[in-house]
């Protein structure tokens, strides 16, 4: 099911963005959720549903779009985000932490937003599922992109995931265990080094004796006892993304 959230205090525009994604037959209709929010300050209350796509008005009563996005991704790292607005007017940070993937022009035959939706439910339906990843980290559920994770490890009453954005490393503490994440990872490319942590096969760059390196200049210990498991899935991943498997 796709959970997309249109908040936007003008009911009509909801209504129209609702129409136009369910006319371009992207994503089939029996598949699609929408929620409907008028103003930030609804959007976050309701931010635990986790939505695949948030539509986002930038100028709306009490809280606007600019802070909404500031707190929303404290909770949804991974939704897609597209900024709505009759004018351009982010803020850095929106920009910065908000990452949003389009920006739509309100204008009176809605071009913008009819030019923009193929692009944007395309992005969608690539990074829904198996693109992502749900954790509960500091009492919240939150999803985050798969292809942003660069290692996992155990950590106290959980893991710890380290995720790399935009040249910085951030680590974020989650309650589930190792082993149930790489069950749920074990077939997008993640695989044991040592019996402390898993990787990301996508981020490594080379494997020099018993050290990975990954980028943003990480190296890890490999575990003789998983060497060979690991070279080997390292070698199958990168042949598939090759083509060469």
Known sequence: MYKIAICDDDKNYREKIEKV???EGILPKSEIRFY?????????????????????????????????????????????LVFCSGYFEPTPDSINIGQPFRYIMKD???????????????????????????????????????EDILYICLAKRGCSIYVARQGEIDEMHCKESLGDLYERL??????YAHNSYIVNLAKVEGLEKNVALLQMGIQLNVSRSRKGQFADALIMFLGERNGMV
């Open 108 to 146: 009176l035959h809605d071009r913008s937003l009819k030019r923009e939706i193929p692009a944007i439910l395309s992005k969608v339906k690539l990074h829904c599922g198996d693109y992502s990843v749900t954790v509960t980290s500091a009492g919240r559920v939150i999803r985050i992109y798969t």
């Open 36 to 80: 409907e929010y008028e103003s930030g300050k609804e959007l976050l209350e309701n931010a635990d549903i986790l939505h695949d796509l948030v539509f986002m008005d930038m100028r709306m009563p009490g809280l606007d779009g600019n802070k909404s996005v500031l707190k929303l991704r404290e909770y949804n790292r991974a939704a897609i």
């Open 21 to 23: 994604i369910e006319t």
């Open 186 to 191: 074990a077939g997008r490319g993640f695989e």
